[in-house]
């Protein structure tokens, strides 16, 4: 009976041994699930806020990249202004110097001090490379001191600045008649007529022109354009007597006579 209670003892002990030993062993499981999974979560919260700081820095970055943009777009566009306002007003200043440069050409040449007029004339030009009537005027002045390739230059760059001012157009034509270039003189007188010219000489020009080319019909329209224009222009008298004589006898002479360069007073300009 003692030996079986013996037994029984160490069966007890045996049972009470493995059951600790798998409770033991389920509470280190636990524990180790427990440690896994705080530090799973630590890992996921430390990648969180690994990102969250990266996207903080891309966003502060790219917000001061854009602030950096807006300042120096708006650096930009006040030196752009800046720059803009003073050409504007030099332009402004230098038109105006030019301006009376260009006045002070006129009255120069009004008292007859043609060489000081042409230095105001180019001082007009200096200032303002456009100015179309400091241009024509020079040309005047030139054509008057019988400098007629200077007149010519001068009066090529008015056309140039403005195909249909109608005066250069006449005195460039009349120029180039002058200078026998009779089909330069042509075109530009063409021209002229097309403007409207009202200058007899032009007029008279292309009369010769006409009769040079034998064309005598062409030549009287011309010639009595011209007599329209100016009743007493003695020129155009003979010449359209000849041209209807070539016509009679169907045959045509030039007759030699070439037209009293004009003299037209440059006109001042209004200042704006």
Known sequence: MK????????????????FSCAT???????????????????????????????EKI??????????????????????KADKADKYGKEAKEGKDNADDYYRKGLKEYKK?????????????????GTHLLAYYALGLTYETLKRTKDAQAAYEEAVRIDPKHLPSREALGLVYFHMEKYQKAEEQLKTAKTLDSK???????????????????????????????????????????????DCRKKRSKPTGQQPKPAQPQPKPIQPK
Request: aromatic share 6%; hydrophobic share 35%.
């Open 24 to 54: 033991l062993s389920k509470e280190e499981s636990s524990d180790k699930g427990d440690k896994a999974e705080k530090a799973d979560k630590k890992d996921k919260k430390d990648k969180k806020d690994k990102k969250d700081k990266e």
């Open 199 to 245: 200058v007899p000489e032009v007029y008279f020009a292309l009369g010769e022109i006409e009769q040079m080319e034998k064309s005598c019909r062409t030549a009287i329209i011309a010639y009595k354009q011209a007599l329209k224009l100016n009743p007493n222009y003695l020129e155009a008298r003979n010449a359209l007597k000849i041209a209807e004589a």
């Open 58 to 79: 891309a966003k502060e970055e790219k917000v001061d990249r854009e602030d950096k943009a807006d300042k120096k777009d708006k650096k930009d566009k006040e030196e």
């Open 112 to 128: 007859g001090e043609f060489k000081k007029a042409i230095d105001e004339f180019k001082m007009a030009i200096e200032k303002d």
């Open 3 to 18: 030996k079986l209670w013996i037994k029984v003892l160490v069966l007890l002990v045996l049972a009470l041994f493995i």
